[in-house]
């Protein structure tokens, strides 16, 4: 059994608080703080360092701390540094037994403030959680820097290797980061292979080129593009031999901002990021090593492969182009012709390319390439051998013909050739589980040059559990009626079904409740190593999915989340996009993570003068300076490609009469649509003028019955707010209070 105690600062004699089985840290503490007021109210908001048997326990390992039997726990009070936190952001102690102190806080909605006020209560336990409070004024910006997705410039492919797979919810324009890059060259143009990871799987697909419609595929089709058009090709092929196959909707993909239909000779083929997928085709990682150096007929040159292979490529240039003039002044053409051998590092043995593959020959020994041309620009050829065994190889290339004949480099004629670079490839099973994969083989001459082009693809993000509708409905394509159940087609208000209540199915949504519950509880980048499903009250989760998913126009819900996590945050950060895209607040309460819709609403309790405890009542407002009367909302604008915008919402009246701007940025990462992101600004601008009063009391816990969010009455003497107390007795006209005797008019 575990003894905790609590010393108020090291020169001051500790207070034994009381000794307890349970198995971890954060259980424990949570016990005491919910048995004794005093410890606490001594605890709450203040910073404080935890000792578990003389051992400072950083607060990261406060929820997952393990106590054994007879640890000694001691809770201190720190200036500053050392390993400490505040505890009550770690631990979310919210309604603490009797004489909980309840803390009124906006955003609510517009008007609300003359029937009652928004009940905000305590903050949500999520795992190591920082408590997630909405304050009066305006919800805080989640982070204001840069990010692949997040940029004045638009989304942008990521080529660092320490940025993170992104996270997508919702509809999306993603530029993935580089995960296999490899440029080749055939004859004399260039070829690009790229390996893409857009973000993490299962996602439902990739839009077409006029987003109305949803691509989907799948590891057995690929698509092409060619001066034909689009086309889809069941299994693997060439690309520089595809075959002839049916036509195939233009893909969403962009290409350096150009769609990727106005590039020829293209292949492509979206992964959606399931746990067993096979990347086939793409299972070369490659490696290119620049090599400068001259061919000749005196000597050969030798190259010894930096790591074990299984192909290599040996490209040879021409940098000056090939030709030949005569005495006439003619021209015509020049070639040079070279031969490859290659042999295991270990073996004495040299083995001529393979015989099928030569330019000409007269026998196997006399394997040879030309390179053969009539221009001054450079020529190119590239060599492959491949499915070689496993090991270290040297490489040998020599020149068959003599670079002296016709004069070599002279007024006459032109063909020297080099040995530019040799890439080296192994093979390796690669399918990159769970993460949703792009690749793309195209011609990069004359269609890309320079760095690496930014490659963005127009995606349907994760799939998550949602209402089964039946057959081969979609959920995204319904809307809540207002009625039980019930959904109709956003489309055309047609196709009425009724959901059972209890089954679900995976698909994809942009639904903020459903796709923060994913994130609540996926192990792999969420928090369910803290939440699990059991802890998640349903019946909230649905109602408030159902408010977000009415009707507002005649294509879109209410509330859409389509948002992209691409860089490591806080909890209360991510919540916070979530919320306010979904006008939501999320908490802990009766044992179990409860959402809540943000809405005018009936009251559902009443608190006066009879159940408030005296001497507990406190009030607070908000000065008028500090309230904004300008709110400059920035978004991801889907109408012009998700390129960071800035939208303004102002009070008329303060403009008209000529106040002095008082401006507050709000980030509104989670919503791309402009409507909704004038919607949800304004909502917040009247938050934060129609709720500037806040109220702080004390009440038996007999005496609350309202949660989080919740619409409730407050009366008290002291500010004047009407009249109240405890009814003792009344007839048909008059009641009777505590304090005096009412008539009813």
Known sequence: ???????????????????????????CLTTFAYEHLEFNKALLGKKVCIYVNGENIHPDKWCGYDIKSNDIIEVTHTLEGGNSAIIQAVLGIALIAAGVALYFTGPVGWGMWSTGLTLMGASLLLGATIAYFFAPSMPKEPGGEETPSYSWDGPRTSISTDTPIALVYGKNLIGGNLVNFRLWSQDNDNWADM??????GEIHGIRNEDDDATLLTDETVYRYISETGSHTVSGFYDILNPPASP??????????????????????????????????????????????????????????????????????????????????????????????????????????????????????????????????????????????????????????????????????????????????????DLDYPNTAVLSISMRASNQISGTFPNVLSLIEGRKVSVPNLGGDRQFEDYYWTGTGNQFRRLSDDGGLVEWNGSSYITQYTSNPAYCLRD?????????????????????????????????????????ELNIVI???????????????????????????????????????????????????????????????????????????????????????????????????????????????????????????????KTVEFKAAIDAVHCEPGDLVLFQHDVTNWGYGGRVISGTTNSIVIDTESVNII
């Open 195 to 200: 390996l893409i990871a857009l973000c993490e």
């Open 566 to 692: 691409d860089k490591q945050a806080s909890p209360s950060s991510v919540l916070q996009s979530f919320a306010l895209a979904g006008r939501m607040i999320i908490f802990w309460s009766g044992g179990y993570i409860k959402f809540k819709y943000l809405e005018d609403e009936a009251p559902v309790q009443l608190f006066n003068m009879s159940n408030i405890l005296q001497g507990s009542f406190s009030a607070g407002f908000v000065a008028q300076s500090e309230i904004p009367n300008i709110v400059e909302a920035q978004f991801a604008s889907e109408d012009d490609d998700y390129v960071m915008d800035t939208r303004e919402i102002m009070v008329e009246a303060e403009i008209t009469a000529d106040k002095p701007p008082r401006r507050k940025t709000i980030s509104f990462l989670g919503i791309t649509n402009e409507a909704q992101l004038l919607r949800e600004a304004k909502y917040a601008i009247n938050s934060a003028w129609l709720c500037n």
């Open 247 to 428: 036509s195939s909707p233009n893909p969403y993909i962009k290409i350096n901002d150009s769609l990727l239909s106005s590039y020829s000779d293209v292949k492509w083929m979206m992964y959606r990021g399931t746990n067993s997928q096979d990347i086939s085709g793409f299972r070369a990682i490659n490696t290119v090593y620049p090599y400068s150096h001259r061919l000749t007929r005196a000597w050969s040159v030798t190259y010894t492969t930096n790591d074990d292979i299984n192909e290599f490529s040996v490209i040879v240039e021409a940098p000056s182009g090939l030709y030949r003039v005569d005495n006439d002044g003619e021209v015509h053409p020049e070639e040079v012709s070279f031969q490859i051998h290659y042999k295991l590092n270990s073996s004495p043995t040299w083995i001529p390319m393979p015989f099928s593959r030569c330019t000409t020959h007269a026998s196997e020994e006399e394997c040879w390439y030309g390179l053969r041309g009539e221009t001054k620009t450079t020529q190119r050829r590239t060599i492959t051998v491949d499915g070689l065994a496993t090991g270290t190889y040297d490489i040998q290339v020599r020149r068959r013909d003599d670079p002296s004949t016709g004069g070599g480099k002279s007024l006459t004629s032109e063909n020297t050739a080099y040995v530019t670079s040799i890439t080296e490839t192994i093979y390796k």
């Open 519 to 559: 994130l609540l509880t996926n192990t792999r980048f969420g928090l369910g190593d803290f939440v699990l499903s059991t802890d998640l009250d349903d019946d909230t989760i649905n109602l408030t999915a159902k408010k977000q998913w009415q009707k507002h126009d005649t294509s879109y819900h209410k509330h």
């Open 1 to 27: 059994m575990a003894h905790v105690r609590y010393i108020p600062n090291r020169f001051a004699d500790e207070i034994y608080i009381g000794s307890n089985d349970e198995i971890t840290l954060l259980d």
